[in-house]
């Protein structure tokens, strides 16, 4: 886990659970003074970021809610714009702007992104700000996608790859190689010939 992340993590009640169980020894060189790290995002994280169709996005409300959304889009939705700063387009939804208005209270937010497939996650933890510049959303905006509301420009904080313990194995269709779709295919194609037989049967008992 670099520094960068254990220093917001960490907090003093964090620190105690540590203790309590038994894991603080573990992390409290993390917390070394002169430790550095975790706060530029890598070729490494910028290419599994760069990756995703989606990810989880945290915001904290006025009165101290954490509010949970999930964000998505085609493959490199997700734009990395420099080791310190991401990016995407943020699309109409629902219409209720709760993480809007949350980051319009409080720009902290967290993201988590999992690769399913690999069981890979990554954490990031960061300070965004809501750009209605047409400039910048045009720069953001996917091809072919409807006209994006406003951007969210996020600047890193902190990021952290997750223990891959837990992250069950799912595959989407492209994932799988397509594996979905041929199967899909090869039922049409059995009903089909079923249809026919059937209807052949009926034509000879008449």
């Known amino acids: 886990m670099p520094n960068a992340y254990a220093e ?3 907090t003093a009640q964090v620190r105690a659970e540590q203790r ?3 894991s603080d020894k573990d992390y409290a060189r993390l917390l070394e003074p002169g ?3 975790g706060a530029e995002l890598t070729a490494r994280e910028a290419q599994f970021l760069s990756d995703r169709d989606g990810l989880f996005q945290a915001t904290v409300s006025e009165t101290g809610w954490p509010y949970v959304q999930f964000r998505g889009g085609a493959p490199g939705f997700l734009q990395v714009i420099d080791p310190r700063t991401v990016a995407y387009a943020d699309y109409r939804g629902n219409r209720q702007y709760i993480s809007a208005g949350n980051l319009r209270h409080d720009g902290r937010l967290a993201i988590i992104a999992v690769d399913y497939a690999r069981r890979k996650r ?5 300070h965004a700000r809501i750009s209605e510049d047409a400039d910048i959303i045009a720069l953001l905006n996917a091809p072919g996608s409807p006209p994006a509301e406003r951007a ?3 600047r890193v904080a902190a990021f952290d790859w997750n223990c891959p313990q837990h992250i069950p194995i799912r595959r989407t269709d492209s994932e799988a190689g397509g594996e979905i ?3 899909q295919a090869r039922i049409e ?3 089909a010939e079923l249809r026919i037989r059937a209807a052949k049967s009926t034509e000879f008992r008449a």
């Open 189 to 191: 194609t059995l009903e």
């Open 8 to 10: 917001i993590a960490f």
């Open 122 to 126: 990554l954490k990031l933890m960061g």
């Open 181 to 183: 779709a041929r199967l």
């Open 35 to 37: 430790r550095s790290g």
């Open 20 to 22: 309590r169980f038994g």
């Open 152 to 154: 969210i420009v996020i």
